[in-house]
Each structure stands twice: as structure tokens, then as C-alpha cells.
T-cell receptor, first 113, second 108 residues
Framework: NAGVTQTPKFRVLKTGQSMTLLCAQD?????MYWYRQDPGMGLRLIHY???????AKGEVPDGYNVSRLKKQNFLLGLESAAPSQTSVYFC????????????FGDGTRLSIL | RKEVEQDPGPFNVPEGATVAFNCTYS??????FFWYRQDCRKEPKLLMS???SGNEDGRFTAQLNRASQYISLLIRDSKLSDSATYLC?????????FGSGTKLNVKP
């Protein structure tokens, strides 16, 4: 019962490099989300998706792109990494329906030098 | 104004104590409410959903007051293992908004 799986777990990048974070869920959930969490702050929504082929901006979308080509996968891309994007990134998924809670992956710790 | 606000704490309590956290939310149209627990450097995990009539799960009781737009979590008979950060979460039309969390330290 994998649930929500994030890869990689850790990564160090240089400023200007690009990378993609992968989130995969095996629960057949319609909705998927990407958050970042910084010290002393709550989770902030970057982008989210309410179904295959759809994406929408969250609270802090600048500098990130996403794609949801398959229902089970939600990719988060950094085209040109900046030190301000150093953070812990969490992916979550949930079934359709406002009363349904989210299930989280165990996070990706990303450092931009 | 933030969507969800919580007292960051920390709340330092002895084992066996009862402790309560409150959380306020700004959007009166919010649809659903949750408490999550987050351990240091780990992912948030669902503690319990919060229902309009209030609900209990073992030592944990959650209450919702829609008129005043706040949610509460009561923990009875605190255990050392309850030490964590508790996140208040509100769902508005497919978006989840998180409070910054309330840190609880349960001491022997």
C-alpha cells in the first residue's frame, strides 16, 4: 500500500538548473496538489489538479510548472531554480468531494545553492 | 488576512494534562475542516475530520463553530507521543488552506 510516493527524497541544485519532482499515487484519487513548507510557515499551495489533463494555480505558483498527463502522476517542474525555492515540497492527493481529506507523500527536501 | 490562523505555541504540558487548541478561519463559505498532525521533518498526517456536531476519537475531541468561524481540538490525558505540531486545515472549493501549526510538547 504505497499511497503517495514522491521522488526524489533529497536534491541539491545550483541556481539556474532545472529539475522535475515526481508525485505518484495509487489510490485512484481525482485531485492532486503540490505544496511547499518553509520554517515557521504553514503549507502553501503551489499548483493543483482536479483531474487528468487539468491544472490550476495555487497561492505561490511563480517559478513552477506542473503537468498531469496521467491520473496517477503529478509532476512539478522548476525551470530555472532560485535560492528562494529552497524548501520542503509535499505532494498530496484526495478523492473528489469537499469532505475528503488529503493524503501526503513524505516530502522532497530541495536545496538551491 | 490569512485564511487560517493558529496560535503557534509552544504549549508545554505535563503527561496526563488536558490541552486545547483553537483555530480561526476567514472564509464563511468554507466547506470542510480537518486537524492534521505533523512530526518534525515528516509529512502531515490526518488526525481527524471536524464535523458540525462535534466529534470524538479516543482522547481527541474536535468542535466546529461556524457562527464564530473557529475550530478547536481538545486532547485529554496527554501522552509523550502526542508531542508534535497540530495543523488546522480548511477546505474551500477544492483548495485546502493550512494554518501554520500549533506546537505541543508533552513533558514527563
Amino acid at each position: 500500500n504505497a499511497g503517495v510516493t514522491q521522488t526524489p527524497k533529497f536534491r541539491v541544485l545550483k541556481t539556474g538548473q532545472s529539475m522535475t519532482l515526481l508525485c505518484a499515487q495509487d489510490m485512484n484519487h481525482e485531485y492532486m496538489y503540490w505544496y511547499r513548507q518553509d520554517p515557521g510557515m504553514g503549507l502553501r499551495l503551489i499548483h493543483y489538479s482536479v483531474g487528468e489533463g487539468t491544472t490550476a494555480k495555487g497561492e505561490v505558483p511563480d517559478g513552477y510548472n506542473v503537468s498531469r498527463l496521467k491520473k496517477q502522476n503529478f509532476l512539478l517542474g522548476l525551470e530555472s531554480a532560485a535560492p528562494s525555492q529552497t524548501s520542503v515540497y509535499f505532494c498530496a492527493s484526495s478523492p473528489q468531494g469537499a469532505a475528503q481529506p488529503q493524503h501526503f507523500g513524505d516530502g522532497t527536501r530541495l536545496s538551491i545553492l | 488576512r490569512k485564511e487560517v490562523e493558529q496560535d503557534p505555541g509552544p504549549f508545554n504540558v505535563p503527561e496526563g494534562a488536558t490541552v486545547a487548541f483553537n483555530c480561526t478561519y476567514s472564509n464563511s463559505a468554507s466547506q470542510s475542516f480537518f486537524w492534521y498532525r505533523q512530526d518534525c521533518r515528516k509529512e502531515p498526517k490526518l488526525l481527524m475530520s471536524v464535523y458540525s456536531s462535534g466529534n470524538e476519537d479516543g482522547r481527541f475531541t474536535a468542535q466546529l463553530n461556524r457562527a464564530s468561524q473557529y475550530i478547536s481540538l481538545l486532547i485529554r490525558d496527554s501522552k509523550l507521543s502526542d508531542s508534535a505540531t497540530y495543523l488546522c486545515v480548511v477546505n474551500n472549493f477544492n483548495k485546502f488552506y493550512f494554518g501554520s501549526g500549533t506546537k505541543l510538547n508533552v513533558k514527563p
